[in-house]
């Protein structure tokens, strides 16, 4: 980072708004295709150099939400604001603003990795001078220095997402967008990416805004929103959210399962439901609620598992069904739908 | 769209301190003429590198163009000797066979879009905060650029075929080899914006090119045709490619008028000879208003 640009905002009074802004401000945001509505009127800011996670099921509206974030689809109502600029109005100074990591790789295989961030400079108008550089710092900092002059095709699945990042990275955006960073990664390199992602909170001066739908990951981000059948249902720190829970979860597999949630309301006046196969429910003190559990339910009961609360719980108590379930039903549709649109 | 052009170099004075932590922000200069001539010619140099690299795609690209020439023009020959007087029948197909060679890479240069959005680099490409213009247009170069030089190569066998260059002869070739391969290109994005699966297009493209090839008049004098080939040939608009290449290389041949008055008639409107220049400037309009189609076409997209 350098801090040649400064000629260039200053000639533009305007910009001093855009650096005053909030990273991110969204209000009433909707968008529909046709009779679906993807996203339903949705609200945040996110502050300049936080990591904000979107989080939800597929199909939830996450990807919808990031699109129109990105200028990549027009919102049918409501307004948002990236880095202070218009997303509607002002599409170009917003791109010139934002990096963006797709779910699905946008590297041409056939070039190597510096042709594809040289590529990308020259699209996003970097001085040419400062290519080079620049170029070798993302790529030092992905760890991908030595590959530079390896055809992108002959990475693998993590290379690949670390050269977006990279080149994400390259044009020095205000905000990076992460669109489900680490989807189809394998756990190791799932975590080798969160590494990279704490690295740049801490050594660029960028805010994060990323999808994901994997629970733990959520851990990472300073907030993360909820969003489930394209509205929010709960958004502050992952810590906060968790405390707002409060409960323990407890999950049972008993011979009669819809009889034993009917007994959890009549006997002990909790809200039972089903979820991953087993009844599931919280209490307040799972491990003195179990002995209770067995004397009174009057039901074999095969398994029991307590859970201190976690994000799964809290987007449990937000959504009334787990992430897993949630994406299981036909969800899908409406997301695979909405990529089409987004082509 | 409506962003300044120009962006006046105010020396940093004022909000230079406070921005000192800003250093994220704002290093892309607002979009002028320079910056979409330089997307223009990324996205054309990126088509040469990948050009360069698939040697295979150059050799295989060449087969075609061979077998009409040598098999195709050597077997025929023989069949036909008497009515070209003499000239032999490959040198006649020669300038088609030209044609045919910058078609075909063009073809395959206007289908790498069509691969780009299956694997995703098109979005890189339209998300850039450039006119989807510049995008189009340096795609359309590229190919241009690329399918040219695999006319240039079919350029360098003509003295196996009984065609000696002159410096004249050889640029008018390959501006005519240029601007075909232009409006190929044209048309092949213009066809890629809509048709989005690989077959398709592929399909679509054999549909279209090999009739505009047999129709041209690559294969045979254009004159002295049944009326509805005459129609049909007039229509395609390949064979304003073809006519005044034919005529260029002809007009270099050692023969007799009448000779080349048979061979290459060049093509007529109701009696009129049209005129090569006015044949040329058919072909880069025809290339054109494909070109702005392909344009509107992915400036509409999201």
Redesign the interface.
């Given at each position: 980072m350098s801090a040649t640009s400064l000629t260039e905002s200053n000639g533009r009074p305007s910009d001093q708004r855009s650096i005053d802004a909030p990273a991110i401000s969204v209000r009433g945001l909707t968008k529909s295709y046709g009779e679906i509505e993807a996203v339903r009127g949705i609200d945040f800011e996110v502050a300049r150099g936080e990591t904000f996670g979107f989080l939800g099921p597929n199909g939830a509206g996450k990807s919808t939400t990031i699109s129109m974030l990105c200028t990549l689809a027009r919102p049918t109502g409501g307004k948002a604001e990236v880095a202070g600029l218009d997303v509607v109005r002002e599409r170009d100074r917003v791109r010139r603003n934002i990096g963006l990591v797709f779910q699905d790789t946008t590297l041409d295989n056939y070039l190597s990795a510096e042709q594809n961030l040289r590529l990308h400079a020259e699209l996003y108008g970097m001085p040419r001078e400062k290519i080079a550089p620049r170029m070798q710092s993302v790529l030092q900092m992905l760890q991908l220095w030595d590959r530079r002059e390896s055809l992108v095709g002959t990475f693998s699945g993590g290379m690949k997402r670390r050269l977006e990042i990279a080149r994400g990275l390259l044009h020095s955006p205000r905000v990076l967008f992460l669109d489900e960073p680490t989807i189809g990664l394998d756990p190791q390199t799932r975590s080798s990416i969160w590494s990279y992602i704490t690295k740049l909170e801490d050594e660029q001066d960028v805010t994060i805004f990323l999808t994901t739908h994997y629970m733990d990951e959520a851990e990472y981000c300073d907030r993360i929103a909820i969003i489930d059948r394209g509205k929010i249902v709960a958004l502050d720190t992952p810590e906060a959210l968790k405390a707002s829970v409060g409960k323990d979860r407890v999950q049972i597999t008993t011979e009669d399962d819809p009889t034993a949630i009917a007994a959890l309301g009549e006997r002990f006046g909790i809200e039972a439901q089903m979820a991953e196969g087993e009844v599931t429910f919280g209490v307040a003190s799972g491990e003195q609620f179990v002995p209770r559990l067995f004397a009174e339910l009057g039901l074999a009961i095969r398994s029991v598992s307590v859970a201190r609360p976690s994000l799964d719980d809290v987007f449990m108590s937000y959504t009334g069904t787990t992430i897993r379930d949630a994406e299981a039903g036909s969800n899908d549709m409406m997301r695979n739908m909405a990529k089409m649109m987004n082509r | 769209?409506a962003?300044k052009s120009t962006?006046?170099?105010?020396?940093?004075?004022?909000?230079?301190g406070?921005?000192?932590?800003?250093?994220?922000?704002?290093?892309?200069?607002?979009?002028t003429l320079r910056?979409e001539l330089?997307?223009i010619?990324?996205?054309w140099?990126?088509e040469l590198?990948?050009f360069s690299?698939?040697r295979l795609r150059i050799l295989v690209s060449l087969i075609q163009p061979f077998l009409f020439l040598f098999v195709l023009g050597t077997g025929l020959s023989t069949l036909v000797s008497t009515s070209t007087h003499g000239v032999n029948f490959r040198t006649f197909i020669y300038p088609g066979i030209l044609c045919m060679a910058v078609m075909f890479t063009a073809m395959f240069s206007a289908a790498s879009i069509v691969w780009?959005?299956e694997?995703?680099?098109l979005?890189?490409?339209m998300?850039?905060?450039?006119r989807r213009s510049s995008i189009v247009l340096g795609k359309c170069v590229g190919g241009a650029t690329v399918a040219t030089f695999q006319g240039v190569i079919v350029m360098a066998i003509g003295p196996l075929v009984g065609v000696h260059y002159t410096l004249g002869l050889a640029l008018e070739i390959f501006a005519l080899l240029l601007l075909l391969a232009f409006s190929i290109t044209s048309f092949g994005m213009m066809a890629a914006a809509r048709v989005?699966q690989m077959q398709s297009f592929m399909a679509l493209m054999q549909m279209a090119i090999m009739p505009m090839f047999f129709l041209s008049g690559a294969l045979f004098p254009v004159n002295k045709l049944p009326p509805w080939l005459a129609v049909l040939n007039r229509l395609d608009p390949l064979t304003y490619a073809v006519d005044p290449m034919r005529r260029a290389v002809f007009a270099h041949l050692d023969i007799s008028p009448v000779v080349r008055q048979a061979l290459a008639p060049g093509v007529t409107w109701w009696g009129w000879h049209v005129p090569g220049l006015v044949e040329a400037a058919m072909v880069a309009i025809i290339g054109l208003v494909m070109l702005a189609i392909a344009i509107a076409e992915f400036s509409s997209?999201?």
């Open positions: - | 769209m962003t962006l006046p170099p105010t020396p940093a004075t004022a909000g230079s406070k921005a000192s932590h800003e250093v994220a922000a704002q290093h892309i200069p607002a979009r910056s330089r997307a010619k990324a996205v140099r990126r590198i990948r690299r698939d780009d959005r694997f995703g680099f979005r890189e490409m998300v850039a905060p450039v989005t997209v999201e």
